[in-house]
């Protein structure tokens, strides 16, 4: 990357002062404690700047989809984004130029940005990196997670990274550096480590912030079920952005364009009312995908999918946006277009299911000569592919010595389309493994590009499954509470589908503590804590939909790691607050659900069927009870053999306390079964034959 003069000058006057006013005193501090000569004290105060400057250097450019291989400036690309903190208090907090870091991080210290694919995790991480710098808030120092390993942790990354050619860190002076407080670490893509590494390094995290924990600590991810372990960070969103940031995006983005589009495009958006297109314009990834597709082919894509295509289209063709007109540009594998996709089909898989999106060559290289064996029709040398997708085809990019994926939702379409039209016979075992391993959650955005792709074939499996559990969960309760009128009975099974609760009756005299403090304080939990020793998570029954693997399966196909296990399971539990005036008393009602199919597939599910089921966030209101049948202070628990969930005049009155999380509509879910079923035997008939 070539470096103006006016860079170098605004780098070294922001840099400048941190190295003297932050970074000096420490080394000098700890030097002066260890009696170690002042000489060595200036060399290392000459790695730091060298870090810092470099680090802001690079960040002063961004890599972008629309404009692949050309140096785009951060500033003029970048929209400013908004936090959202993941509790009741519901802080916003707008990241741009008049952002604090030193306020906002010395509230919280330990934050965790998650997100789903494209929302602009990394390039937060990148703005908030540089606002570090020119707010002086500490030292920042980013971690890419995908770097760490067994034989890279996180110290001896830092070390790589502050060491210079002939300067050498060592790290117990790193260490007595950390101690001294003041730095921020940013570790980026925490749902970009590998698998086969995954454990060691969110231990490595967890060890690395409990040994230096006077610093600031900030994760990206894309939602990870294991995110749970860092239970002292707090938890933000990325807002999606209004319709007015997306529009200002997409001018933006006509800054780098040969041939200004956004007007015509944003005009175009205007008149076309489909809620997909308004879906899109929430995500930062997705409306420079809009912009690229737009002008390569003049319309608006109404499927992801169908993004994703254009995309690899408008690269494959060349098409450089801030060129004129488009450069034919040969490839060097001689793959024509239909041949070039499938060999990224697959490479998109066998990366995807290591969850890896950035290889050395010569490891990328082992991944092509894998796919050759199953495309064999296909003549090509892996090195020329290589150099295709980097150069010609941009969908990777190169950093240092490796190669990755130029964005991961890439990795995501190209996988999915190999599970739709390459896995033939495999295809259901395949999906079983996504449905029933460990982590599934990491596959979401691949799965939503999945059911893009074939709905049918998603209907066949995921919601027939679901679909399948609650029928049997349904035909058992019906003859549980036969005694009950059908109306009522089927909103209970409804309600209580992969999912148990227990109601806590307060005392009067709790009431206005707890209407202040509410169920998590001191005083509830010293005083009810015996009542709340019953409540504990249950384990369930492992489901397999379908036949075992067969001998003869592929491995390679479903390999993931092996300390992995089969089956997906997952208990929570909260609670939520009921009041009655009269008398003044609480009902704290816990819910400890049990996703026995895993939760981002069931609110797929919802977004896609919402006639079918539905996500019932919070109820926290003030009721009637009908306190003359419930004794203040005592726990009941509500299932089929408990008094209470049996009592026909409190029955209807359990069944909306029950309602909460994941609630199905029983005569829209059975008939959607049964067209299922249906269409499940019409497509095993001989009908395709019989001409």
Known sequence: MEISKEQELLAANLILPIIKDLVTPKILAIFSRYQTNH??????????????????????????????????????????LTLISNNRESISKKIDDNFEPSTFFAKYYRIIIEDTAGMGKSTLTKKLFKLCIKKKCGIPILIELRHINRTNPILEEIKCQLSIPGSEFNKETIINLLNEGGFTFFFDGYDEIPLIDRIFVKKNIQDFIESSPENFFIITSRPEVSLASFGAFQKFNIVPLEKKSAYNLIKRYDIYSHNPIADRLINEIKINEEESINEYLENPLLVSLLFKAYDYKKDIPLKKTQFYRQIFEALFEAHDLSKEGYLRREKNSNLHFDDFDRVLRHVGYFTAIENKVEYTIDSFTTIIDKVKKYVPVLSFNSSDFIR?????????????????????????????????????????????????????????????????????????????????????????????????????????????????????????????????????????????????????????????????????????????????????????????????????????????????????????????????????????FTIDIPHQYLQQGKMYGVSKSDWISNNPILFDFINDLLLYGVTFNYDSALEKLEEIEKRKINNSSDELFNW
């Open 39 to 80: 000489i060595e004290s200036t060399i290392y105060e000459k790695n730091f700047e060298t870090y810092l400057t470099r680090r802001y250097i690079k960040f002063l450019t961004i890599d972008t989809l629309a404009f692949p291989n050309k140096q785009t400036q951060f500033d003029l690309l970048y929209e400013p």
């Open 388 to 620: 295709d997708i980097l150069e010609p085809v941009p969908l990777f990019k190169r950093e240092g010595s490796y190669i990755m994926w130029s964005h991961k939702s890439l990795q995501d379409y190209f996988a999915a389309k190999f599970i739709c039209l390459d896995t033939k016979e495999h295809q259901e075992k395949i999906l079983i493994k996504l449905h029933s391993m460990n982590n599934p959650q990491r596959f979401s955005n691949l799965l939503e590009l999945f059911y893009e792709l074939d709905s049918q074939v998603f209907e066949n499996t995921f919601l027939y499954w679901i679909l399948k559990d609650f029928k049997e969960y349904a035909d058992q309760s019906k003859i549980d509470y036969s005694s009950m009128p059908i109306d009522l009975t089927k909103k209970r099974i409804t309600n209580t589908f992969q999912k148990k609760a227990y109601i806590l009756v307060t005392e009067e005299i709790d009431y206005e503590v707890l209407r202040r403090y509410g169920s998590n304080g001191n005083i509830f939990n010293r005083k009810y804590r015996n009542q709340l020793k019953g409540l504990s998570s249950y384990q369930g029954h492992v489901n397999y939909y379908g036949n075992d693997f067969d001998d003869d399966f592929d491995d390679d196909l479903i390999s993931t790691d092996a300390r992995e296990s089969i089956y997906y399971n997952s208990d929570e539990l909260h609670n939520e607050l009921y009041f009655s005036n009269n008398p003044k008393i609480i009902l704290v009602v816990y819910y400890l659900i049990k996703y026995e199919h895993p939760l981002f597939i069931q609110k797929l599910i919802a977004k896609r069927y919402p006639d079918i089921l539905k996500f019932v966030e919070s109820n926290n």
